[in-house]
Structures are given as structure tokens and as C-alpha cells.
């Protein structure tokens, strides 16, 4: 009930990509924004990315932009996030959260903002 599954994480060479999978259990993410998050050894869990219900709008942290892109499929009740030019420095837990917001014209990468969350998928960028 109200979960989220996370899949995709793995291993990638640096410069090479990765696409990970939200995808919940429970309820449909149609009136949900949606974020991605990471947590790397020794490091606070920040935000990479969010995208909004209606997928209008997205949010980036600097470090990503550019190369990292989120999306979402409504039909198949999943969220994406594609990782191209990864860096040994993305390597991290990744994990998606999902609020209820619906109609929202933008969305925030703040962790008290997210109200489910997933279990994570670990990606690890070798050099």
C-alpha cells in the first residue's frame, strides 16, 4: 500500500547511462509530483530531480543538468530518470519519492516535501 519500487540502478563505466524506474504500488502517480533523490557514503540525501503531476515541469540540481533527464509515462503509471555522462561522483542510493499534488506548476527537491518513498537502487560510475 503506498509504495514505491525503484529499479535500474547498477553498474556503468563513467560517460556511460543508466535509466531508472519509480514505479508504485498501491496508487496511480497521476496526482503525484514525484522526485528523485540520492545518498552517496558520508553525504546528506539531496535532490536530484522532480517532475511535476502533469509532467510540465521539471527541476534539476546543477550537478545533473544536462546530462540527467526525468520523465513520466502516466499510462504506464511510471516515472524515469534517464543518467547519460555519468561521473564516478553520481555514484549513490537512488531513490524516488512521491506528494500529493496535483496541478502544481512547479515542484521542489527538498526531502520534507515527499511524503512516500521507495527503497532505493544503488548505481555505482567506475572510472
Known amino acids: 500500500q503506498l509504495q514505491l519500487v525503484e529499479s535500474g540502478g547498477g553498474l556503468a563505466q563513467s560517460g556511460g547511462s543508466l535509466r531508472l524506474s519509480c514505479a508504485p504500488s498501491?496508487?496511480?502517480?497521476?496526482?503525484?509530483?514525484v522526485g528523485w533523490f540520492r545518498q552517496a557514503p558520508g553525504r546528506e540525501r539531496e535532490g536530484v530531480s522532480c517532475?511535476?503531476?502533469?509532467?510540465?515541469?521539471?527541476n534539476y540540481t546543477d550537478s545533473v543538468k544536462g546530462r540527467f533527464t526525468i520523465s513520466r509515462d502516466n499510462a504506464k503509471n511510471t516515472v524515469y530518470l534517464q543518467m547519460d555522462s555519468l561521473k564516478p561522483e553520481d555514484t549513490a542510493i537512488y531513490y524516488c519519492?512521491?506528494?500529493?499534488?496535483?496541478?502544481?506548476?512547479?515542484?521542489?527537491?527538498?526531502?520534507?516535501?515527499?511524503?512516500?518513498w521507495g527503497q532505493g537502487t544503488q548505481v555505482t560510475v567506475s572510472s
Open positions: 519519492a512521491a506528494d500529493f499534488r496535483y496541478g502544481s506548476r512547479e515542484c521542489g527537491r527538498r526531502t520534507y516535501e515527499y511524503d512516500y
Open positions: 498501491g496508487f496511480t502517480l497521476d496526482y503525484y509530483t
Open positions: 517532475i511535476t503531476s502533469s509532467g510540465m515541469y521539471t
